[in-house]
């Protein structure tokens, strides 16, 4: 049983250039959240997508956004990169069906380096 | 607003010592869930444990504890006999029963020593 996958694994962008990150969810999940982790800090949360929608989002500006497909795989997109957003990029797939917190699974990430 | 706090940065033991991670926690909500992960070299998260607010019943699991203390607002892990292969970060994290995201401490880097 696959776990979490996430592609690239790793990146090196400029700024002010467009990122775009992916996600395949654990079999029989279909909640996907995207965290951004800076180098020595917790994970914080940027979004997460439920029956392909937007259902919750973090403190991020508009230049961050997703998508969930039919299949559940999700996308991160960053506009206009900063050199601050360099950082790793978690993806985490859960089961919505049970009511109240759901336990999210991630995976390897994606280290984004913006020169 | 939902806060969690890990004092200890880093912690440094000799294999087979047992280490204890702090976490306070910080919620208005009645209904809430604590979760404990660990992320090694390889950064991925991995899964330990996940204690709903209606139960404080310690946990534990091999060389792993769990003691939730609502009282204190505390969710600690203790690792008992601690193995080289115990080494990484671990994260205290929280969600609410609405507000489905995780927010998560800091961490705690511990390095176990042969």
Known sequence: ?115 | AQKVTQAQTEISVVEKEDVTLDCVYETRDTTYYLFWYKQPPSGELVFLIRRNSFDEQNEISGRYSWNFQKSTSSFNFTITASQVVDSAVYFCALSEEVRRALTFGSGTRLQVQP
Do not use: M
């Open chain 1, 1 to 115: 049983d696959a776990g979490v996958t996430q592609s690239p694994t790793h990146l090196i962008k400029t700024r002010g250039q467009q990122v775009t990150l992916r996600c395949s969810p654990k079999s029989g999940h279909d909640t996907v959240s995207w965290y951004q982790q800076a180098l020595g800090q917790g994970p914080q949360f940027i979004f997460q997508y439920y029956e392909e929608e937007e259902r919750q989002r973090g403190n991020f500006p508009d230049r961050f956004s997703g998508h969930q497909f039919p299949n559940y795989s999700s996308e991160l997109n960053v506009n206009a990169l900063l050199l601050g957003d360099s950082a790793l990029y978690l993806c985490a797939s859960s089961f919505s069906g049970g009511g109240g917190a759901d336990t999210q699974y991630f995976g390897p990430g994606t280290r984004l380096t913006v020169l």
